[in-house]
DNA sequence: CACGAATTGCGACAAATTTGCAAAAAGCCT
DNA sequence: AGGCTTTTTGCAAATTTGTCGCAATTCGTG
């Protein structure tokens, strides 16, 4: 973990931003974890104030450290594709597992062509599948 | 207008739900207009309690009338799929424009595949397109 | 280790969403 | 239309979520 640790660190640096315990807390309780949601997060950042995980991540968000990931209405948080690689997820409808998904590059250079016919210059995209994992489909 | 209005009506009697104003209204709000958040949605349904607007919104939703879409953290509501076609958005990072695309057929079945490589079984998507409308690029 | 700048923890707030309940409206049957 | 039962609504209060100002701490540096 701590080998992680250190890619923050260094992305920091170079950004300008001090280390503190809170971003090493927040960095710390997304990696190598589903997407957590804000009270989540929270509680895996015991000692650290609800305003400094709030402030944290959205610091960790303009620096694209994070991204959120709508699932409905609310969002849940992950290292971004920086420092887990640009991918989607298969949300799992019954049991709210998430399945990663590593995007194949001609739906990317279709999703370009997609927005290219509308004068759109495309920057990012996010894409959300929404089904059964194969645990919960009705016959597995 | 009435005439779509009967479309839902006919919608909420085939899954023995009442018509009631407030669902009439938050309906008839959501016709014919770009995808609104919340507090527009209360707005555009004047005497209806706030917390009524939620309630239809959650029954809406439950019932496959209206889909939630994700602009970054924050949501917006629209009509789905039944009521206006299967279909995506370019959200404009710069004016907040949002327009609408229809998605094709190929992409579609690519996601169909996507899916199907990892045991799961699709039953919805979104897929929302960031970046700048042809007014909002550069040089236009 | 000392200094100036950046950040944190608090407490107060504001906004967003949910819930309990009595009153009102909807659907149904005469 | 009138009465009856069930579903919803409106309202108020409680939660939850996200912000903000500021003094106390911590960080990066020399």
Redesign the pocket.
């Known amino acids: 973990m701590s080998h992680d640790l250190s890619q923050l660190i260094t992305y920091l640096q170079e950004h300008g ?7 090493r807390a927040v960095f710390t309780a997304l990696q190598n974890s589903d997407p957590l949601t ?2 989540e997060l929270e509680k895996r950042c015991p ?6 995980v ?3 991540v ?1 610091l960790f968000e303009r620096l694209g450290v994070v991204q959120r990931l709508s699932i409905g ?1 609310k969002y849940k948080l992950e290292l971004s594709d920086i420092f887990q690689g640009h991918h989607h997820h298969l949300t799992c409808q019954a049991c709210g597992k998430h399945i990663e998904i590593t995007e194949d590059v001609s739906l990317e250079a279709q999703l370009q062509a997609l927005a290219a016919a509308h004068d759109f210059t495309l920057k990012s995209h996010q894409l959300e599948l929404f089904g059964l994992c194969s645990d919960c489909s009705p016959r597995a």
Chains 1, 2 share one sequence.
Not at 17 to 23: D, L, V
């Open positions: 931003q001090n280390i503190t315990a809170p971003r804000m009270a000692g650290v104030d609800r305003s400094s709030y402030r944290t959205m209405w």
